[in-house]
């Protein structure tokens, strides 16, 4: 087995070449890019390759502000966190929007 994600993750894990990552040492990239952006193909691998304890050890210990608030909830529902306390603005992106009209 290859101790390098497949090939088919580089548009989830887009920041870096997948031929450059490693399972051990970029885990903590490689877990919150694909929990955040991944499709149902993506999780599938990911909880083949990493157990539920270091799924959720990562997740908790190691937060990345990447998620979008659906990604957010549906992770920890994932990870059988739903009832664990979080603070959302370690996980959570904000993207106010700012609206300005042109003026004639």
Not at 23 to 42: A, F, P, R, T, V
Not at 79 to 90: A, C
């Amino acid at each position: 087995m290859s101790n390098h994600p497949p090939k088919r993750l580089q548009a989830t894990l887009w920041s870096n070449q997948v031929d450059n990552l490693d399972l051990n040492k970029d885990k903590n990239y490689i877990i919150h890019q694909i929990l955040s952006i991944g499709s149902l193909e993506d999780w599938k691998w990911l909880f083949k390759i990493y157990p539920l304890n270091v799924l959720k050890t990562t997740f908790i210990k190691e937060p990345a502000k990447i998620y979008q608030p659906e990604r957010f909830s549906l992770a920890r529902i994932l990870l059988g966190l739903k009832n664990h306390e979080f603070t959302k603005e370690y996980y959570v992106v904000n993207t106010p929007r700012i609206i300005r009209s042109k003026s004639a």
